[in-house]
């Protein structure tokens, strides 16, 4: 070793990355005693006990081996069923990949497709770690900002102008995480006129496709002509409240698959073994407890709603996954300034909108994985805050 410090071997484009601003807030609630998390994007509830017996019964069978690359061909069928309810047909054996979470399955995604100096076209807010796996990928990610005034829904007309001669894929995820927005099938298709114009590519993340509470959900690549351009990503942690077991997958043609899959073998080589037998367990048998989180969420989401205009927040109704995204730009602070201001001063953490990217700024992430009683006396704490900066702004105008 030279005198260097080893921050001088760090490749440059990993030391440019900014943290998780999630983690941050996550790890700063985490500090602190009395605090009500309404920050971490994390089921509230325990693995359904059916689905954790199947683990335990598998490792009473002793399954502690290895797996396919592709993962348990039984499992890759039950994932084909659920997707053939979604009105698309997949291959098990050749078009479907089980994935160590769906954040393996996005960065084995990108890998594939992505050469150096190709832009990613990605609808903001979104989930923190897209811009920057694009980056790691060697992609430019193009941001494309979405507003409350549009539900956060993405326009084809706001989706064509971003175009550019180096677009490449275009990556989406509704229901969205941070803002809860939902698109239905006459918006999705407006996309996909302006998807197969420019021969663009998608990255398809519905992880949240089963917590839909207005309407039904669309998978994209069941559009006209979407299939063979589409790879769908998803997986188990939120539906089933499975988010430590770290399952998910890929589907798509063929020669995506097969390509994602030489990348898996040599980084991951399989998913866990015991994973992947509770999460058959999952969606051969899971409906019914799904189902009855999801009722929990909704009422929650309605709770929250009521409660933001009851204490004259501005917030948008989202229409799926677990997050509402109200408007605090008429406090004076920024998102980070209020989030930061709230967890110090009431001990409620939320996220400041920034983190998820353009069109963040002036909203701050709620989410409402947690239980009836702790969301109550978030809001409580909340119009608290709220009343005490209103009045303080009013004394300030008078001095």
């Given amino acids: 070793m030279t005198d260097r410090t080893w921050s001088h071997y760090i490749n440059p484009t990993v030391k440019a990355i900014p943290p998780s601003g999630i983690r941050r807030f996550f790890d700063l609630a985490a500090e602190m005693e009395g605090v009500i998390s309404l920050g971490v994007g994390e089921p509230d509830f325990v ?43 997949y ?55 979405t507003s409350m005034e549009d539900d956060f829904r993405l326009t084809a007309d706001k989706l064509e102008a971003a175009i550019t001669p180096k677009s490449k894929v275009l990556l989406l995820c509704f229901p969205n995480n941070p803002t809860g927005a939902i698109m239905n099938r006459e918006e999705l298709l407006k996309i996909s006129e302006v998807v197969a114009k420019h021969d663009l590519l998608v990255i398809s993340d519905e992880i949240y496709d089963r917590l839909t509470y207005i309407g039904q959900h669309t998978c994209f690549a069941s559009l006209p002509g979407m299939r063979d351009r589409t790879i769908v990503l998803n997986g188990f942690s939120k539906a089933y409240a499975m988010t430590g077991w770290r399952l998910g997958y890929a589907a798509a043609q063929g020669d995506f698959i097969g390509a ?26 899971g409906k019914t407890p799904m189902e009855n989180m999801v009722a929990h969420y909704n009422r929650r989401r309605r709770l929250m709603l009521q409660g933001f205009k009851e204490i004259g927040l501005p917030c948008f109704e989202p229409g799926g996954a677990f997050y509402v995204f109200p408007y605090i730009g008429d406090t004076g602070l920024t998102s980070a300034e209020f989030a930061e201001a709230l967890l110090l001063e009431e001990k409620v953490a939320v996220i400041p909108g920034d983190v998820f990217g353009p069109g963040g700024e002036g909203c701050v992430r709620c989410s409402y994985a947690s239980s009836v009683e702790d969301l109550t006396e978030a809001l409580r704490r909340l119009g608290r805050f709220l009343k005490r900066r209103n009045i303080t702004q009013k004394q300030i105008a008078t001095l």
């Fill in 47 to 89: 693995t359904p006990w059916h689905i954790r017996e199947a683990c335990i019964y598998s490792l009473h069978k002793g399954s502690t081996t290895y797996t396919s690359n592709h993962g348990l061909l039984e499992l890759r069928e039950e994932i084909t069923k659920y997707l053939g309810t979604q009105g698309v047909q």
């Fill in 260 to 285: 994602m899959t030489k990348i898996h073998q040599y980084t991951m080589l399989c998913a866990p073994i015991t994973a992947q037998m509770s999460a058959m367990e999952a969606l051969r048998h």
């Fill in 91 to 145: 291959n098990p054996r050749s078009e479907v990949l089980v994935t160590v979470g769906v954040s393996e399955a996005l960065d084995l995604a990108l890998r594939t497709l992505i050469c150096p100096g190709d832009e990613v076209l990605i609808p903001t807010p979104c989930y923190v770690s897209y811009i920057p796996c694009t980056t790691l990928a060697g992609g430019v990610p193009v941001t494309i900002p």
